[in-house]
């Protein structure tokens, strides 16, 4: 039996980096009050990296969900790979990419990732991790991490949303 209640380990299972940030943070402040120029500015350093790393954090959170659909996604040297169970999966490098799309099927959000070759991959957000495209996507060209979290907690809307075009594909 352990000293966490099943539904309190269950809801801080995904939100651990993004409290490890506050911590950081609080800790950063703590010790810019420790008096002198020298430890507020650490201080003030440690707290803006630490404010950096949550707001990062809050925009993978988005990423994480429960996994209610087949197959898996792994995200090995700039190349995505889905094996999917029931479906197509597939392999594209992130140099590729054209155009990255949410949409739903079913009731269902998938990731619609669009090669510059006319290639697509599709990609259940519910399939077990996925929540490692959230990485992948921040290291593309003028991709707002934003636009794709606030696509991702849309549970009403359009069932079609462009997330990320590539910069160059006029």
């Not at 002198?36 to 350093?45: E, M």
Request: with cysteine; net charge positive; charged share 20%.
């Amino acid at each position: 039996m352990g000293l966490i209640r099943p539904e309190l380990q269950a809801w801080l299972g995904p939100r651990k980096e993004f409290l490890a940030a506050i911590v950081c943070m609080a800790v950063a402040g703590w010790i810019a009050t420790w008096g002198g120029w020298f430890y507020a500015a650490l201080g003030f350093a440690g707290f803006a990296i630490c404010a950096a790393w949550m707001l990062g954090s809050w925009r993978r959170l988005a990423f994480h969900r429960d996994i209610a659909a087949p197959g898996l996604v792994e995200v090995v040297e700039g190349e995505i790979r889905y094996y999917g169970a029931r479906a197509i999966g597939g392999t594209l490098s992130l140099r590729d990419l054209k155009e990255i799309r949410l949409i739903r099927l079913n009731g269902h959000d998938h990731w619609r990732l669009k090669t510059r070759g006319g290639e697509a991959l599709l990609i259940p957000v519910e399939a077990s991790g996925a929540e490692h495209l959230a990485d992948a996507f921040a290291a593309l060209p003028g991709l707002d991490m934003g636009r794709v979290s606030a696509a991702l907690s849309q549970s009403g809307g359009p069932s079609l949303r462009i997330v990320w075009t590539a910069p160059n594909s006029g």
